[in-house]
Structure formats: structure tokens, C-alpha cells
């Protein structure tokens, strides 16, 4: 097996190690808009409600948020290269049991599963970044490349998703969105095992797991009533059961304090928390994905259940949006080391104009010139790729090498917590406001509640960054 010098900042071949974990968030990415497209299709075959539409999506957020954190720790205990490894080989063992999912309560639960060893492998990609590139051009550089992939992800997820549930190869149907992942992920093992440093752990690091269960079972407690609610006409016990989780993961700072106070590792790095620039800059890492996945989820079902898009033409007026976000990546990381996160704050109000010239479109259009949609979607895209791409830079900036792991398991964390919640959030209202009105005053209700988000997130940066001029 070939190894890395112990130093891999020196060697050119970080690039290639980056290619490998790059791709690795390809696939991640991937996964996510994929699904997306092919929604529809499996909640015809599998005949699932509304609420397993959405638990689809969200649980397998879930199982990412509720680990991701404890899979950055591992990284920092084993290695980021044995945890990447453990975590491409469980997810694409997991994509494989959700393509032979039968029922939508097994695919739910395939999905849990397969968001909980993706929180064993994403973590890694960002401290893997973190620790390779030091000096401020390379960094700049893996970060630009980073941000371009994630587009690109959106890009291929949206037009692989169509194709493949249209094309029906072998009568698979919509389960080979979920196929594709085996070989890739296999590649990918092989080179990771090959080329991905042996990067020492850090001394003395050990796992909280009273930590890990505690954030678990609040989170999904918080999360998860969210996803059933609209079916059980939001119950008191709905709002009891989201009331306890937050009062769990309340407890679990406490909790985390005390394990630091009795001379214990905590799962979160305490000291992050004292952070202002960090955690303000979690907060707008919130809000912006809040309104990111639950975008997508309510314009695929607007488009293919209301306007009748076939999944395959769907994908493809999705696909000058995802471009949008490559270009917006590239010209981000260009003007963000001149402009700071300027260029984010910028970036949500390219969002908000996107998504009020995409509002002002939905209601002048109709099945024969849906794809006049594709215009204003381009627009939202390019927002998006101007906040997305430097954002993790942006909000990591003050994290020390030693904090990679939990650092980035915190980002990790917030980003799909946000995501899970913004699909049940926004998705409960899309499907309550269907229900008692229209499809299309559902989907402006939805726009509403993204537009609100992203202000918050512009709100947010402008607080991050005056954290950091102090």
C-alpha cells in the first residue's frame, strides 16, 4: 500500500487526496438530490403518505445530524482515514439495502441507517481540508473546488435522478438511484485505502457516549414529531414530544459541561461555544440550509404532481440552476478574499430576488411553459453558490487545526439539522396549505418561509462578521 509522507501539507499528492474525499461528497450530495427527483415515483410504487414522503427525505438527515458530531470525534480518535473508510464502505452498503427496500417503513428506516454512516464519512472531508491546506491560497483553492463539487452534486443528482427512474433500466425503476452508489462507493474505498494519509489521533481522545446518546434521542425528538404532525392534525402529544426534545438537547449541554468539569472529553468542543464569530456564524449556517432542501423537495412536487413534469424533465430545468451555483462557486471564492463575507450577504439577496422573479413565474405559468421556470431558478442557484461555496471557509476560519474534527462535526451537525427541519417545516405547510387551498398558494406559502430564512441568515452574517472585526 502506498503511504503519504508524515507530513501531507508537503506533498503535492493532497491534491488526489482531496479528489478522494471531494468525491466522496459527491456522492453524498448526490444522494440528496437525487431522491428528490424520484419522490414521487416511490411514494406511487410504495404507496406512502405524506408524512413518509417527507420522513424519506428528513429521517435520513436525522440519522446524519443526531451522528455527525460523534463521527467527527471519531475521526479524531481513529483517524480520519479509518473513520472515512468505515463511513464510505456503511454507506454504500446501506444505499444498497434502501434499493431493495419493499415497503416505505424499511426504506425509512434503510435511510436512517445510511444518514448515520454518512455521519462517519462527510465529517472527514472538511478536517481532511482543514489539516491538508494550511496557508490561506491552497486553502482558498481546495475550498473553491469543494464548493464547485457541491454544485455539481446538485447538477448530476437532478438529471442522474430523472433519467435513471425514466430509463426503468432491468424494470429497476426508481430503486437504481439508490444502486448507482455501490460502485462508486467501492471505488472510492479503494482509494482512500491507498492514497489517504494515516493521520496520528489526537492524544488522549476518547468518545462521550451518554453525549451521543443524549443528542440522538433530542433530536429526533425535537425533529421527528415535526414529520407526522400535519397526519395527526398537530395533536398535543405532537407538541409535547418536539417540547421534550428541546428540553433534552438542553440538558445535553449541561450534560457536556459537567463531563469537561470531571476532567472528561466532551462531544462538542466546550470552548467552541465561547466562539462569537463560530456560533453566530452556525446560526446563518442554519437558516440558510433551513430553506435549502425543503426548496427543492416542494418545487419537484409542485412540478411533477400539480404541473405533470415527467421526472426526466424535471431534472433538466433543474440543471441551469445547479450550473448557476458552479459559476456563483467560482467567482465567490475569487471575490470573497477581497470582500469577506460581503459576498455571502450579497449572495441572499440574489436568493430573495430569485425567489420572488420564481413566485411572480409560478403564477403566469402553466404544464406547456413550465420551463420558463428554469430562468428564475438559474437566478436562486446563483445565490446560492455565492453563500454556499465560501461558507464553510467563512465559518471555520476560527477554528483551531486541533478542533478540526469538531468543529467540522458541528458544522456538519447545523447543516443537517437545518435540513431536516426545513423539510418537515416547510413541507407540513406546503401539504397543510394544499390540503385547505392550492397547490400554487402552497408553494408561494413555502417561498415565503424560504425568503424569511435566508433574511435570517443574512442577518446572522452581518453579525458574524462584526464578531470578527472585534
Given at each position: 500500500?502506498?503511504?503519504?509522507?508524515?507530513?501531507?501539507?508537503?506533498?503535492?499528492?493532497?491534491?488526489?487526496?482531496?479528489?478522494?474525499?471531494?468525491?466522496?461528497?459527491?456522492?453524498?450530495?448526490?444522494?440528496?438530490?437525487?431522491?428528490?427527483?424520484?419522490?414521487?415515483?416511490?411514494?406511487?410504487?410504495?404507496?406512502?403518505?405524506?408524512?413518509?414522503?417527507?420522513a424519506v427525505i428528513a429521517v435520513?438527515?436525522?440519522?446524519?445530524?443526531?451522528?455527525?458530531?460523534?463521527?467527527?470525534?471519531?475521526?479524531?480518535?481513529?483517524?480520519?482515514?479509518?473513520?472515512?473508510?468505515?463511513?464510505?464502505?456503511?454507506?454504500?452498503?446501506?444505499?444498497?439495502?434502501?434499493?431493495?427496500?419493499?415497503?416505505?417503513?424499511?426504506?425509512?428506516?434503510?435511510?436512517?441507517?445510511?444518514?448515520?454512516?454518512?455521519?462517519?464519512?462527510?465529517?472527514?472531508?472538511?478536517?481532511?481540508?482543514?489539516?491538508?491546506?494550511?496557508?490561506?491560497?491552497?486553502?482558498?483553492?481546495?475550498?473553491?473546488?469543494?464548493?464547485?463539487?457541491?454544485?455539481?452534486?446538485?447538477?448530476?443528482?437532478?438529471l442522474l435522478g430523472g433519467l435513471?427512474?425514466?430509463?426503468?433500466?432491468?424494470?429497476?425503476?426508481?430503486?437504481?438511484?439508490?444502486?448507482?452508489?455501490?460502485?462508486?462507493?467501492?471505488?472510492?474505498?479503494?482509494?482512500?485505502?491507498?492514497?489517504?494519509?494515516?493521520?496520528?489521533?489526537?492524544?488522549?481522545?476518547?468518545?462521550?457516549?451518554?453525549?451521543?446518546?443524549?443528542?440522538?434521542?433530542?433530536?429526533?425528538?425535537?425533529?421527528?414529531?415535526?414529520?407526522?404532525?400535519?397526519?395527526?392534525?398537530?395533536?398535543?402529544?405532537?407538541?409535547?414530544?418536539?417540547?421534550?426534545?428541546?428540553?433534552?438537547?438542553?440538558?445535553?449541554?449541561?450534560?457536556?459541561?459537567?463531563?469537561?468539569?470531571?476532567?472528561?472529553?466532551?462531544?462538542?468542543?466546550?470552548?467552541?461555544?465561547?466562539?462569537?464569530?463560530?456560533?453566530?456564524?452556525?446560526?446563518?449556517?442554519?437558516?440558510?440550509?433551513?430553506?435549502?432542501?425543503?426548496?427543492?423537495?416542494?418545487?419537484?412536487?409542485?412540478?411533477?404532481?400539480?404541473?405533470?413534469?415527467?421526472?426526466?424533465?424535471?431534472?433538466?430545468?433543474?440543471?441551469?440552476?445547479?450550473?448557476?451555483?458552479?459559476?456563483?462557486?467560482?467567482?465567490?471564492?475569487?471575490?470573497?478574499?477581497?470582500?469577506?463575507?460581503?459576498?455571502?450577504?450579497?449572495?441572499?439577496?440574489?436568493?430573495?430576488?430569485?425567489?420572488?422573479?420564481?413566485?411572480?413565474?409560478?403564477?403566469?405559468?402553466?404544464?406547456?411553459?413550465?420551463?420558463?421556470?428554469?430562468?428564475?431558478?438559474?437566478?436562486?442557484?446563483?445565490?446560492?453558490?455565492?453563500?454556499?461555496?465560501?461558507?464553510?471557509?467563512?465559518?471555520?476560519?476560527?477554528?483551531?487545526?486541533?478542533?478540526?474534527?469538531?468543529?467540522?462535526?458541528?458544522?456538519?451537525?447545523?447543516?443537517?439539522?437545518?435540513?431536516?427541519?426545513?423539510?418537515?417545516?416547510?413541507?407540513?405547510?406546503?401539504?397543510?396549505?394544499?390540503?385547505?387551498?392550492?397547490?400554487?398558494?402552497?408553494?408561494?406559502?413555502?417561498?415565503?418561509?424560504?425568503?424569511?430564512?435566508?433574511?435570517?441568515?443574512?442577518?446572522?452574517?452581518?453579525?458574524?462578521?462584526?464578531?470578527?472585526?472585534?
Amino acid at each position: 500500500m502506498h503511504q503519504i509522507v508524515a507530513n501531507p501539507v508537503d506533498s503535492t499528492r493532497r491534491w488526489w487526496v482531496l479528489a478522494i474525499v471531494v468525491a466522496a461528497q459527491f456522492m453524498f450530495g448526490v444522494d440528496a438530490f437525487i431522491v428528490n427527483v424520484a419522490i414521487p415515483t416511490i411514494a406511487a410504487e410504495l404507496r406512502a403518505s405524506a408524512a413518509q414522503i417527507e420522513a424519506v427525505i428528513a429521517v435520513y438527515l436525522i440519522g446524519y445530524a443526531t451522528l455527525v458530531i460523534t463521527g467527527g470525534r471519531l475521526g479524531d480518535i481513529h483517524g480520519t482515514r479509518n473513520t472515512f473508510l468505515a463511513g464510505v464502505l456503511g454507506f454504500t452498503l446501506t444505499s444498497l439495502w434502501c434499493g431493495l427496500a419493499q415497503s416505505g417503513p424499511e426504506l425509512i428506516l434503510a435511510r436512517l441507517a445510511q444518514g448515520a454512516t454518512a455521519a462517519l464519512m462527510v465529517p472527514q472531508v472538511l478536517a481532511t481540508i482543514h489539516v491538508l491546506f494550511v496557508d490561506e491560497e491552497t486553502r482558498a483553492r481546495a475550498f473553491a473546488v469543494y464548493g464547485i463539487v457541491l454544485g455539481l452534486a446538485g447538477a448530476a443528482g437532478f438529471l442522474l435522478g430523472g433519467l435513471l427512474v425514466t430509463m426503468d433500466l432491468a424494470g429497476l425503476g426508481w430503486r437504481a438511484v439508490f444502486f448507482v452508489n455501490v460502485p462508486v462507493g467501492l471505488v472510492i474505498t479503494v482509494a482512500a485505502w491507498r492514497l489517504m494519509p494515516s493521520v496520528p489521533r489526537r492524544p488522549g481522545t476518547r468518545l462521550d457516549i451518554p453525549g451521543a446518546l443524549v443528542l440522538f434521542a433530542g433530536l429526533l425528538g425535537l425533529i421527528g414529531p415535526l414529520l407526522f404532525g400535519h397526519e395527526l392534525h398537530w395533536a398535543l402529544s405532537v407538541w409535547l414530544a418536539m417540547a421534550a426534545g428541546a428540553a433534552v438537547i438542553a440538558g445535553f449541554v449541561r450534560l457536556e459541561r459537567r463531563v469537561a468539569l470531571r476532567g472528561g472529553m466532551p462531544l462538542i468542543d466546550l470552548a467552541l461555544l465561547a466562539d462569537a464569530a463560530f456560533m453566530r456564524g452556525l446560526c446563518a449556517v442554519f437558516f440558510f440550509f433551513f430553506a435549502n432542501l425543503s426548496f427543492y423537495l416542494v418545487m419537484t412536487l409542485f412540478m411533477q404532481n400539480t404541473l405533470h413534469m415527467p421526472p426526466l424533465r424535471a431534472g433538466f430545468i433543474f440543471v441551469p440552476l445547479a450550473l448557476a451555483f458552479v459559476v456563483a462557486s467560482r467567482h465567490s471564492g475569487m471575490r470573497s478574499r477581497h470582500r469577506g463575507t460581503l459576498v455571502l450577504i450579497e449572495g441572499c439577496v440574489v436568493q430573495v430576488i430569485g425567489l420572488a422573479a420564481l413566485a411572480a413565474t409560478v403564477l403566469a405559468v402553466n404544464a406547456s411553459s413550465a420551463s420558463l421556470l428554469a430562468v428564475p431558478l438559474a437566478v436562486f442557484g446563483y445565490g446560492q453558490g455565492l453563500v454556499m461555496a465560501p461558507l464553510s471557509s467563512a465559518v471555520l476560519s476560527t477554528v483551531q487545526t486541533s478542533s478540526a474534527g469538531a468543529g467540522s462535526g458541528m458544522y456538519g451537525t447545523t447543516t443537517q439539522i437545518a435540513n431536516a427541519a426545513g423539510v418537515a417545516a416547510i413541507g407540513a405547510v406546503y401539504f397543510a396549505v394544499q390540503s385547505e387551498a392550492s397547490a400554487v398558494i402552497a408553494l408561494l406559502a413555502s417561498f415565503a418561509l424560504c425568503v424569511l430564512s435566508v433574511a435570517a441568515c443574512a442577518g446572522f452574517l452581518l453579525w458574524m462578521r462584526r464578531a470578527g472585526a472585534a
